[in-house]
C-alpha cells in the first residue's frame, strides 16, 4: 500500500455548481409554482375535473392579480430558502487524509482515527462508516457527490466497499419472537416506538445503546433488522 500519511488532505465540500443549485434551486423553484399555478389550475378548471380536486384548482385559479401572485411568490421564496438551510444544515463535510478522517455536520465534528475505519459504503445517499467490531460510527449525507467521495477513500486506501459487507447476517426483529436477551429485546421495542412516533434523535440514541449491547440495528422505513456484531 502507498505511503499516504505525508499526503495533502482531500477535503470533499459542496462543489459550487451544486452550492449554487442548493442555494438557489429551492427559492427559483418557488418563484415558478407561484407565477405557474393559477393560470395552469383555471385551464384545468375549463376540462371539468373530479370535485375534490376542482376545489383545489379553484382556489388556486384565484391567484389571479400581480400583487397576488407577489405575495404567493414571497411565501414560497421564504419556503425555499428554508429547505436550502435545512440541506446544508444536515450535509457533512468531510475531510480524508491518511491518518484520519473528519466529518463536519451542523457545527459538529467527529475525527476518526484511521485504526478504527473498518468499512465504509454507500447506502442511498448516505455514507455509513463501520469500525473494526463493525458498529456504525457515523451516518450522514456528503456534500460531495457519491462518486467524489468514493473516490477519495479509495485513494487514501480506505476499506470501501460496494455495500455493506454485514448484510446477509441482518434478520427481521418480531416483538417476542425470542432468541435475543431480554435487554436487547427491551431495547428493540422502545425503538420500535421511537421509530412510529418519527423520533429520530431517540432512536439514534436506542442504536447506541444497542451497539453496546453487542448488536447492530438497521431501518427500512419502521421494520428493524438486527445483527451481532462483528470483530473485524
Known amino acids: 500500500m502507498d505511503d499516504t500519511s505525508s499526503r495533502q488532505p482531500a477535503v470533499l465540500g459542496h462543489s459550487r455548481p451544486d452550492l449554487l443549485l442548493i442555494l438557489l434551486g429551492p427559492a427559483l423553484l418557488g418563484v415558478l409554482i407561484a407565477v405557474a399555478v393559477p393560470p395552469l389550475a383555471r385551464w384545468a378548471l375549463s376540462w371539468g375535473t373530479a370535485l375534490p380536486v376542482k ?3 379553484r382556489l388556486a385559479g384565484q391567484i389571479d392579480t400581480g400583487w397576488k401572485v407577489a405575495i404567493q411568490a414571497v411565501i414560497l421564496v421564504v419556503v425555499g430558502a428554508l429547505v436550502s438551510v435545512e440541506i446544508l444544515r444536515r450535509s457533512s463535510r468531510i475531510t480524508v487524509a491518511g ?3 473528519r466529518l463536519e455536520t451542523d457545527g459538529t465534528r467527529q475525527t476518526l482515527e484511521r485504526e478504527r475505519v473498518g468499512a465504509l459504503f454507500r447506502e442511498g445517499s448516505a455514507l455509513v ?3 473494526t467490531e463493525s458498529r456504525q460510527v457515523f451516518r450522514g449525507e456528503p456534500q460531495a457527490r457519491a462518486a467524489v467521495v468514493e473516490s477519495a477513500f479509495r485513494d487514501f486506501g480506505y476499506p470501501w466497499c460496494e455495500a455493506d459487507p454485514f448484510a446477509g447476517l441482518y434478520r427481521r426483529w418480531e ?4 432468541g435475543l436477551p431480554m435487554e436487547v429485546e427491551a431495547v428493540l421495542s422502545a425503538r420500535a416506538v421511537a421509530l412510529r412516533k418519527k423520533a429520530g434523535k431517540e432512536a439514534g440514541e436506542l442504536r447506541d445503546t444497542l451497539q453496546k449491547l453487542g448488536y447492530a440495528v438497521r431501518d427500512e422505513k419502521e421494520t428493524q433488522f438486527w445483527r451481532p456484531l462483528v470483530r473485524s
Open 55 to 57: 376545489v383545489l384548482f
Open 99 to 101: 491518518d484520519t478522517v
Open 129 to 131: 462508516v463501520l469500525d
Open 175 to 178: 416483538p417476542e419472537a425470542g
